[in-house]
Each structure stands twice: as structure tokens, then as C-alpha cells.
């Protein structure tokens, strides 16, 4: 079955510097991944997708995301966070011939002044 | 326009009444969903309907029902709410195939008391 694995459900990361997500997925098949970002009590937006070609997604908001197959990951970045980047960001799979989108635990990120 | 619309946004209520959250796309997708996303931010998948058909039923208990009057509406009844099924509740909609992501709505925060 698949399923995505997140590192870390908390990182904090100080303005201006790199952000790092980690997000690691198991599937049988080839898989398409997402990355969602929630600020608090809004709904779920879509950051960045991989469905198949380049494996370096780039994103809304500066974010990026690089497949690697042979490391079964999805690892979220951004260059450089700003104040603004503080939310929950999930990362998401979804199979061939399924019809639901499987969610990770998702890690709030931090950013420190 | 909003793109997938819930109604209420709040919803507090006692233990052992029903309640009923409505959902609402304008995207012509033929699939909707409803997640439920727990006080720890963990997104769970409750339903999926495509095209007014239940495709998943992911163990939910029988006193959540979900109708799917048209393509574009998926609401969700609870009978004899309880304490344990306070949470935020996301419905959502994508198109039928495995390479697009779902869109959400802004949730609906149950509160059982």
C-alpha cells in the first residue's frame, strides 16, 4: 500500500535561510506526489506537483521539490524562508487507478526573527 | 468564486444530536471527498464519491453518512454525535485521474460537547 513518511513534525528554520522538508514515499507503482501547505484554520493549498517528466518541481511561493526515485523522496525547499512561510505543510501521494490521496503526518514549520 | 465551499465553518454541538456539513465545487470535477483531520493535523481520508457513486468507504462508522445529491454537492450527516468525532472536516474535489491534485475547502471545525 502506499504511503508517505514525513520527517520531523516540527522544524524551525531563521529568516532568510534554507528550508528543508522531508518527505519520503512507499508505492508499488509510480507514484504522483504533492505538496500542500495550510496556514492555520484555512483549508489545504496546493504548493508544487510531480506527475511525471523534469523530477525538479518548482512551486508557488519560491518552493521547489526534486523527485529521486532511487531515494524514494519528495523533499520540499526554499531558499530563503520569510516570516510568511510559517504553516503546516503535508506531503501527499496518489497512486494510478486510485481515487484517494494519501496525506503524511505533515510538519509545521517554524520561522524564528 | 469560491472554488469548493463548505457550510458551516463552526459547528458546536451535544453529544448524541445529528448534525449535517455541506459541501459545494464549482470546479466540474467528478470526484469529492471528505477528510477528516484530527487535533494533531493528521489528514484521514472518510469518503470519495465520483460522480455520485461512493468509491471509498475507509472504515468510517455507520453513523456518518454521506449524500451526493449531483456531482457538485457532498454533504456529510453524523448521527449521535460524539465526543471523539470533534475535529476539522475538509471536503474536496478533483478530477478523475491519478496525475491532479484536490482542492479543499476551508473546513468545518466540529466541536461535540
Known amino acids: 500500500a502506499q504511503s508517505v513518511t514525513q520527517l520531523g513534525s516540527h522544524v524551525s528554520v531563521s529568516e532568510g535561510a534554507l528550508v528543508l522538508l522531508r518527505c519520503n514515499y512507499s508505492s508499488s507503482v509510480p507514484p504522483y506526489l504533492f505538496w500542500y501547505v495550510q496556514y492555520p484554520n484555512q483549508g489545504l493549498q496546493l504548493l508544487l506537483k510531480y506527475t511525471t517528466g523534469a523530477t525538479l518541481v518548482k512551486g508557488i511561493n519560491g518552493f521547489e521539490a526534486e523527485f529521486k526515485k532511487s531515494e524514494t523522496s519528495f523533499h520540499l525547499t526554499k531558499p530563503s524562508a520569510h516570516m510568511s512561510d510559517a504553516a503546516e505543510y503535508f506531503c501527499a501521494v496518489r497512486v494510478a487507478r486510485d481515487d484517494k490521496i494519501i496525506f503524511g503526518k505533515g510538519t509545521r514549520l517554524h520561522i524564528l526573527p | 468564486d469560491t472554488a469548493v465551499s463548505q457550510t458551516p465553518k463552526y459547528l458546536v454541538t451535544q453529544m448524541g444530536n445529528d448534525k449535517s456539513i455541506k459541501c459545494e465545487q464549482n470546479?466540474?470535477?467528478?470526484?469529492m471527498y471528505w477528510y477528516k483531520q484530527d487535533s494533531k493535523k493528521f489528514l484521514k481520508i472518510m469518503f470519495s464519491y465520483n460522480n455520485k457513486e461512493l468509491i471509498i468507504n475507509e472504515t468510517v462508522p455507520n453513523r456518518f453518512s454521506p449524500k451526493s445529491p449531483d456531482k457538485a454537492h457532498l454533504n456529510l450527516h453524523i448521527n449521535s454525535l460524539e465526543l471523539g468525532d470533534s475535529a476539522v472536516y475538509f471536503c474536496?474535489?478533483?478530477?478523475?485521474?491519478?496525475?491532479?491534485?484536490?482542492?479543499f475547502g476551508q473546513g468545518t471545525r466540529l466541536t461535540v460537547v
Open positions: 474536496a474535489s478533483s478530477l478523475p485521474t491519478e496525475n491532479t491534485e484536490a482542492f
Open positions: 470546479l466540474g470535477h467528478d470526484t
